[in-house]
């Protein structure tokens, strides 16, 4: 079966619950405008914790054709974590998806690869994908070492993790030094690692995994670069920053493949 191609937008520590409601409510209607078409594309909006509620309520309600998850999830089950958010918190509010060791959380938040495999595993055990951020800084990328260093990342990220679990996991490749810096990984750089990535899925499991786990890239995606980073054959999507926050670029990302590449 072919892979759906997954945009998901990664709105970081940005708008409360109200502001959250009016984004999703403008993003439904302009992609119901442009006849947007779930099965060739899912679009997935990742809210702060406290947006959820309000997130859930409206798309539920209104029958929105649009999935929701988080960004985070705790690496322990209940109990004494003050702060922390369990994966069967965010199960019961319909988290479909959760970011793991994204490279903001890996920064400063201290959290390494063990810490990532954890709560991978713990959103697995919930019924909820993990989204599993991985990618290298700038100097790593200057060194030529990017692949080995990321294809390391992602072994580590799916220690314990088997191959049935392994088929609901979506991996985004997000260097580090393209988040946020409008410097776009060229789409032959994008092509290089998603495929390496896939290579160890393909060598942990089988290829039959490795043609069903999505693969992302993420990193100053906007709607002028999307087609081209799409047309890559191990891209399966994208982990949309800054402009998952703006309605008509996010919608025309999610609509990539009317883009000219
Ligand atoms: O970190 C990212 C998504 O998780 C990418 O952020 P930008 O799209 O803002 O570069």
Redesign the pocket.
């Known amino acids: 079966m072919p892979r759906t191609p997954l945009m998901a937008g990664?709105w970081k520590m940005n708008l409360n619950h109200v502001e959250a409601v009016g984004l999703v409510q403008k993003l439904a209607w302009t992609l119901e405008d442009k006849k947007y078409d779930p099965a060739r594309c899912e679009v997935v909006v990742l809210p702060p914790f406290t947006d959820l509620r309000s997130v859930q309520t409206l798309i539920d309600g209104d029958r929105l054709k649009l999935v929701y998850g988080a960004q985070d999830v705790s690496a322990n089950d209940a109990g004494q974590y003050t702060g922390e958010i369990s994966a069967a918190m965010l199960a019961k509010l319909g988290c479909r998806y959760v970011?793991v060791g994204?490279s903001?959380r890996r920064f400063y938040h201290h959290e390494d690869d063990a810490l990532v495999n954890i709560k991978a595993r713990k959103a697995i055990a919930a019924g909820i994908a993990p989204i599993i951020?991985v990618g290298e800084g700038r100097d790593v990328r200057q060194s030529g070492d990017h692949v080995a260093y990321v294809e390391a990342q992602v072994h580590a990220a799916l220690a314990d993790i088997t191959a049935e679990q392994a088929a609901s996991v979506v991996i985004a490749y997000?260097p580090v030094w393209?988040?946020?810096?409008g410097e776009v990984a060229s789409p032959e750089n994008a092509q290089e690692v998603c495929s390496a990535v896939r290579g160890v899925v393909a060598e942990l499991y089988s290829d039959a995994v490795a043609d069903t786990v999505r693969v992302l890239y993420?990193?100053?995606?906007k709607a002028d670069n999307v087609a081209a980073t799409m047309a890559q054959p191990d891209v399966d999507g994208c982990?949309?920053?800054?402009?998952s926050l703006k309605v008509d670029e996010f919608s025309a990302i999610a609509r990539f493949y009317d883009l000219p590449a």
């Open positions: 990664n970011t994204h903001e951020c997000e393209a988040i946020g810096t993420g990193g100053s995606v982990l949309v920053g800054g402009s």
